[in-house]
C-alpha cells in the first residue's frame, strides 16, 4: 500500500512538474505563439480522436492584461474565458464586440444582472450549479432583451472534493431538466466539470461527466451528441478531447502563470512590554 501511495504521489508531483514547466514555457513565448502551440496540440489530439472538427478552445485570461487579449485576438483567438465578474466587465468594453465570452467561474446570484446586462456578447455561462442561479440567469435574459436564449451548462462535481463547486453527479439530470422545461430564457448547452487541485483530471472524472450527459440525453429525449462535454484545461486538455471533450479551458499554456496581486504584510505585534506601553 505504502509503494501505491508512492507512486501516486509521484505520478502527482510529475503531472504539476509538466503544468508548471509549460506555464513558464508559455510566459517565455509572445502570446500568439504559445496560441499557436495550443492550437496544433488540439488539432493533433482531434485526429487521434477520430474528430471531424477539432473542438473548441476557451483562452483563460484571468488576471491577464488586455493587451495580452488582444494579442490572442490578432492571431486569431475569439472565444475568451473569465473565472472573475469583474474582470469580465472590465475586459469586455475593451475588446472587439466579436469577442464571444465565456463565464467559467463561480457566479453568485448578485452578480447574474451585471454580466447579463453589461456583456451583450456573453456567450455562455458555464457554472449553473442550482436551479435559484439558473432562475435568476432567466430573468436577467428576459429583462436584458436579448434576443436568442442564453447558453448554459450544468458544472458537475465529478471528484467529490467539497472544495469544489457544482452539483453531486446523482443530481445532474434535475437541474439539467429544470433548465431544459423552466428556463425559456436558457438554452441547456452541456455539461461542465473542474480538473484536480493540480489541474489534471483523473480519467474516472472525465468519465463521469459522460455518463452525466448520457443520463441527462435520455432523461430529456435528446441524443448525446447534442450536448456539450467542458473538461479539460493546461495540464490534461489532451486526455479530455480523447476521452469526448467538446470545450476546453487553456489559460496558463497560452498567457503564462498568473500574476495575483501581492498583498501587504500585516506589521508584526510589538513585543509584549511594548504593547504595554502603548
Not at 77 to 103: C, I, T
Not at 115 to 130: C, G, K, Q, R, W
Not at 176 to 199: Q, W
Request: charged share 20%; hydrophobic share 40%; proline share 7%.
Amino acid at each position: 500500500m505504502a509503494t501505491a501511495l508512492l507512486l501516486s504521489s509521484s505520478r502527482k508531483v510529475a503531472v504539476q512538474a509538466l503544468a508548471r514547466g509549460a506555464s513558464t514555457m508559455a510566459a517565455e513565448k509572445p502570446v500568439a505563439t504559445a496560441l499557436q502551440d495550443v492550437l496544433t496540440r488540439i488539432k493533433q489530439a482531434s485526429e487521434r480522436a477520430g474528430r471531424a472538427q477539432p473542438v473548441r478552445l476557451v483562452a483563460v485570461s484571468k488576471t491577464k492584461p488586455v493587451e495580452a487579449l488582444q494579442e490572442a485576438y490578432d492571431a486569431g483567438q475569439r472565444v475568451f474565458g473569465e473565472n472573475y465578474v469583474q474582470e469580465m466587465l472590465d475586459k469586455a468594453p475593451a475588446l472587439p464586440s466579436d469577442v464571444q465570452w465565456h463565464f467559467i467561474g463561480h457566479l453568485q446570484s448578485n452578480k447574474v444582472k451585471a454580466i447579463v446586462e453589461s456583456v451583450p456578447n456573453l456567450a455562455m455561462v458555464e457554472t449553473v450549479d442550482s436551479t435559484k442561479l439558473a432562475d435568476k440567469l432567466n430573468r436577467a435574459v428576459e429583462t436584458a432583451g436579448r434576443s436568442q436564449p442564453l447558453p448554459v451548462m450544468v458544472q458537475v462535481n465529478t471528484s467529490g472534493e467539497e472544495s469544489k463547486y457544482g452539483v453531486e453527479p446523482g443530481e445532474c439530470v434535475q437541474l439539467a431538466a429544470h433548465i431544459a422545461k423552466s428556463c425559456p430564457h436558457l438554452r441547456l448547452a452541456g455539461l461542465m466539470t473542474i480538473g484536480m487541485p493540480d489541474y489534471s483530471s483523473r480519467p474516472e472524472n472525465f468519465q463521469c461527466l459522460a455518463e452525466c450527459r448520457t443520463q441527462v440525453a435520455a432523461a430529456l429525449g435528446l441524443v448525446s451528441e447534442q450536448l456539450e462535454l467542458s473538461m479539460g484545461m493546461s495540464g490534461d486538455f489532451e486526455q479530455a478531447i480523447e476521452m469526448g471533450s467538446t470545450n476546453i479551458r487553456v489559460g496558463s499554456t497560452i498567457f503564462g502563470a498568473r500574476e495575483y496581486p501581492t498583498k501587504p504584510r500585516s506589521p508584526s505585534p510589538p513585543p509584549p512590554q511594548e504593547q504595554q506601553q502603548a
